[in-house]
T-cell receptor, first 115, second 114 residues
């Protein structure tokens, strides 16, 4: 079946540093990728939508200068958390539309802890 | 604004029991609805997807129904097993367009004891 590979699965970083999270669609082309954030016992909240070759669309309240999204190819999207702070500690997960038009495939998620 | 609610938030049952998880959404104008399973600290596994024109979908011991007009979906799990323990998420897609993201409920955390 369709696979979206997300790396790293977990990362611990110091406050003030930047962290990059990668998502790759392994056997299909993902023209659109979605980035979600999930706090403990909460739902997945959409952060941004990225389209290959164009700027990402951010949800209200999400700082685009802090959460940099790049979708340079049909199989790779990256999320960079810049100048991370402890409140950015969360579970980040990506999703690609496909391989059919109907469903979505999710990555395995990244647990970010900022100390 | 579309909101998705899942009841109950948590459920504990003994092995072998049949159970129903509920999902409701406020705007009935959806394109499809999808049920996912999430294990602790892991990503999402798609279980069933129901298009807006469909009433139900089945996969093994799982059956999902959709009543779009009333804004409700149920996930029925037959003969539950300890391996079914996980959080089950319901998500709706509002439109067919490629840039449409899923809107999730908070999930139901299921615990099946042996």
């Amino acid at each position: 079946g369709a696979v979206v590979s997300q790396h790293p699965s977990w990362v611990i970083c110091k406050s003030g540093t930047s962290v990059k999270i990668e998502c790759r669609s392994l056997d299909f082309q993902a023209t659109t990728m979605f980035w979600y954030r999930q706090f403990p016992k909460q739902s997945l909240m959409l952060m941004a939508t990225s389209n290959e070759g164009s700027k990402a669309t951010y949800e209200q309240g999400v700082e685009k200068d802090k959460f940099l999204i790049n979708h340079a190819s049909l199989t790779l999207s990256t999320l960079t958390v810049t100048s991370a702070h402890p409140e950015d500690s969360s579970f980040y997960i990506c999703s690609a539309r496909g391989p059919s038009n109907y469903g979505y495939t999710f990555g395995s998620g990244t647990r970010l802890t900022v100390v | 604004k579309q909101e998705v609610t899942q009841i109950p938030a948590a459920l504990s049952v003994p092995e072998g029991e049949n159970l129903v998880l509920n999902c409701s959404f406020t705007d009935s104008a959806i394109y499809n609805l999808q049920w996912f399973r999430q294990d602790p600290g892991k990503g999402l596994t798609s279980l069933l997807l129901i298009q807006s024109s469909q009433r139900e979908q089945t996969s093994g011991r799982l059956n999902a129904s959709l009543d779009k007009s009333s804004g409700r979906s149920t996930l029925y799990i037959a003969a539950s097993q300890p391996g079914d323990s996980a959080t089950y998420l319901c998500a709706v897609r509002r439109r067919e367009q490629a840039g449409t993201a899923l809107i999730f409920g908070k999930g139901t955390t299921l615990s099946v004891s042996s």
